[in-house]
C-alpha cells in the first residue's frame, strides 16, 4: 500500500486514510466491548491497543483538511474530526464523500505537461503547475547530466524552448 504523500493525489491519500481508519475502526468496533470504547473514547481510559487505535483515528482525520487545502478542496464543516464511538460507518461515509469531491475538482483542474526536447531524448513531467513541472524536468535533467556527463546548465540554457501542454481528464494527448 502506498502513503501518504504530497504528490499523491487527494483522492489517493485519502485512500489511504481510509484503508488505516478502516482497519482500526474494525479492531474498535469489533474486538472492543461497548463499555471499553465508551470509556476509552470519553474518559481517555482503557487498553493501551484501544487508546492506540483511537490516536491513529484521529490524527488521520486530523490530516484530512491540510491534504484538502493542499489540494483545493474544502472539506465540509459537518466532517468528523475526531473519533467517537460507534461512528466508524459515519467517518468513512464521510472520507467516501470527500474522495468523490477530490475526483471531481482533479477533473476540473488540467495536469500540466512539460516537454523538454534535445537533439537526442524527450524528457516530460507532468504536474499540477507550470512551476512544478519545470522543477521536475530540471531534477530529470540533473540526473540526466550525472549519469551521462551532459552539461547540467544545458536545461537552463534552453528554458525557453520547453513546451507545455494543459492535459485534460478523459481526453488523450499528442506529445510529439
Same mark, same amino acid.
Given at each position: 500500500m502506498s502513503e501518504m504523500s504530497v504528490t499523491n493525489t487527494l483522492y489517493e491519500n485519502l485512500s489511504v486514510i481510509k484503508h488505516l481508519v478502516g482497519e482500526k475502526l474494525h479492531f474498535?468496533?469489533?474486538?472492543?466491548?461497548?463499555?471499553?470504547?465508551?470509556?476509552?473514547? =470519553?474518559?481517555?481510559?482503557?487498553?493501551?491497543? *484501544? %487508546?492506540?487505535?483511537?490516536?491513529?483515528? =484521529?490524527?488521520?482525520?486530523?490530516?484530512?483538511? *491540510? %491534504?484538502?487545502?493542499?489540494?483545493?478542496v474544502k472539506v465540509p464543516s459537518q466532517f468528523p474530526t475526531a473519533y467517537v464511538a460507534e461512528s466508524g460507518d459515519d467517518i468513512v461515509e464521510a472520507i467516501e464523500g470527500l474522495q468523490a469531491f477530490a475526483i471531481d475538482a482533479e477533473r476540473a483542474t488540467p495536469l500540466v505537461l512539460a516537454v523538454f526536447e534535445t537533439p537526442n531524448f524527450e524528457f516530460t513531467a507532468i504536474s499540477k503547475s507550470k512551476e512544478n513541472a519545470l522543477l521536475a524536468l530540471k531534477d530529470k535533467w540533473k540526473v540526466h547530466a550525472e549519469r551521462t556527463g551532459a552539461e547540467a546548465d544545458y536545461i537552463d540554457e534552453y528554458e525557453d524552448d520547453i513546451a507545455y501542454r494543459d492535459i485534460v481528464f478523459d481526453e488523450a494527448i499528442y506529445t510529439g
Open positions: 474498535l468496533e469489533e474486538g472492543v466491548d461497548t463499555p471499553v470504547l465508551f470509556a476509552a473514547v =470519553n474518559d481517555q481510559k482503557g487498553p493501551k491497543n *484501544v %487508546l492506540r487505535a483511537i490516536s491513529v483515528i =484521529n490524527e488521520a482525520l486530523s490530516d484530512i483538511p *491540510v %491534504l484538502a487545502k493542499y489540494a483545493g
